[in-house]
């Protein structure tokens, strides 16, 4: 079970930090990733991170301001989110599969969260 947290409304400019806390005492094993989904669009991946935090992937209109980690000792990945945007309005989401590799594709990503809503206001 994935759930997330942090999400809310803030000023462009300003920042966010969502966590999503995983159920299980295998979270180690598990790639884990953030997407979201503005209104009337599709999933969009935003970042992801392989079980030992050596590999991450950034989606192109993410990088340089957003940052994706993880604290295995507390089953929880974090998405930290600077310099946002009004696009970057949206519902948030944590995913999961398990592998040692981390893919920047949606298709792998086998358990997901509820989301949390992000809104960026102009």
């Known amino acids: 079970q994935l759930v997330e947290s942090g999400g809310g409304l803030v000023q462009a400019g300003g920042s966010l930090r969502l966590s999503c806390a995983a159920s299980?005492?295998?979270?180690?094993?598990?790639?884990m990733g953030w997407f979201r989904q503005a209104p009337g669009k599709k999933h969009e991946f935003v970042a992801d991170i392989s079980g030992n935090s050596e590999t991450t992937y950034y989606g192109n209109s993410v990088k340089g301001r957003f940052s994706i980690s993880r604290d295995n000792a507390k089953n929880t990945v974090y998405l930290q989110m600077d310099s946002l945007k009004t696009e970057a309005t949206a519902v948030y989401y944590c995913?999961?599969?398990?592998?040692?590799?981390?893919?920047?594709?949606?298709?792998?990503?086998?358990?997901w969260g509820q989301g949390t809503q992000v809104t960026v206001s102009s």
């Open positions: 299980g005492r295998t979270f180690s094993s598990y790639v």
């Open positions: 995913a999961a599969y398990r592998d040692d590799i981390a893919i920047a594709t949606m298709s792998y990503f086998t358990s």
